[in-house]
């Protein structure tokens, strides 16, 4: 079946240094995968995505890198910081057009200040 | 993005009985979702509700267990019918602002005694 997995539960971080999370997906079909970052207590919030035609896109302090050879995902956040505490999932859009979303577990980013 | 709301925020009940969550979004949107979030586990997509038709469910997920409404573009409310304490989890909307972006609710967090 389609899955979306994540390759570590629990990163630790130095407040200010660079992260890297990574995502495994399964379903070469996808051609569209979303980066959410979700807070204690709160729903899931966009951070950024990226099409399958790209392989690298920029946000403020957020990069997605996609290797599409070897179906990995990864988030990169600079210069991390105590708000960025938080889970981080990927999500991919596996073969259907239909807007379901498809989740992996996630991973818990913890900056220690 | 959309703006939602989903109440109760979170409710306390006990096995047996059903609690229908509310979730409104401050514009029209086509398409809702229903995920739903177990503890410390990622988000499963329970069923599409589509406006104006059955929702449409995942495999697991029934609509005798599950029920969705949709009366409108802007509203639509799942019914945890019978419930018993494997179904304490979050319940979580979402809608697509496209295809592919999806705004979430910020949960609405069950607990089963």
């Known amino acids: 079946g389609e899955n979306v997995g994540l390759h570590l539960p629990t990163l630790s971080v130095q407040e200010g240094d660079n992260s890297i999370i990574n995502c495994a997906y399964s379903?070469?079909?996808?051609?569209?995968f979303i980066w959410y970052k979700q807070e204690s207590g709160k729903g899931p919030q966009f951070i950024i995505d990226?099409?399958?035609?790209?392989d690298k896109r920029q946000g403020q302090r957020v990069t997605v890198l996609l290797n599409k050879t070897v179906k990995h995902l990864s988030l990169q956040i600079a210069a991390t910081q105590p708000g960025d505490s938080a889970v981080y999932f990927c999500?991919?859009?596996?073969?259907?057009?239909?807007?379901?979303?498809?989740f992996g577990q996630g991973t818990t980013l913890q900056v220690k200040p | 993005s959309a703006v939602i709301s989903q109440k109760p925020s979170r409710d306390i009940c006990q096995r047996g009985t059903s609690l229908t969550i509310q979730c409104q979004v401050d514009?029209?949107?086509?398409?809702m979702f229903w995920y739903r979030q177990q503890p410390g586990q990622s988000l499963t997509l329970i069923a599409t509700?589509?406006?104006?038709?059955?929702?449409?469910?995942e495999s697991g997920f029934v609509i005798d267990k599950f029920p969705i409404s949709r009366p409108n573009l802007t509203f639509s409310t799942l019914t945890v019918s019978n419930m018993s304490p494997e179904d304490s989890s979050i319940y979580l909307c979402?809608?697509?602002?496209?295809?592919?972006?999806?705004?979430f609710g910020p949960g609405t967090r069950l607990t089963v005694t």
């Open positions: 979402s809608v697509a602002g496209s295809v592919h972006e999806q705004y």
């Open positions: 379903n070469s079909a996808s051609d569209y």
């Open positions: 990226i099409r399958s035609n790209m």
């Open positions: 999500a991919e859009n596996g073969s259907s057009n239909t807007g379901k979303l498809i």
């Open positions: 514009s029209q949107v086509t398409m």
């Open positions: 509700a589509n406006q104006g038709s059955e929702a449409t469910y």
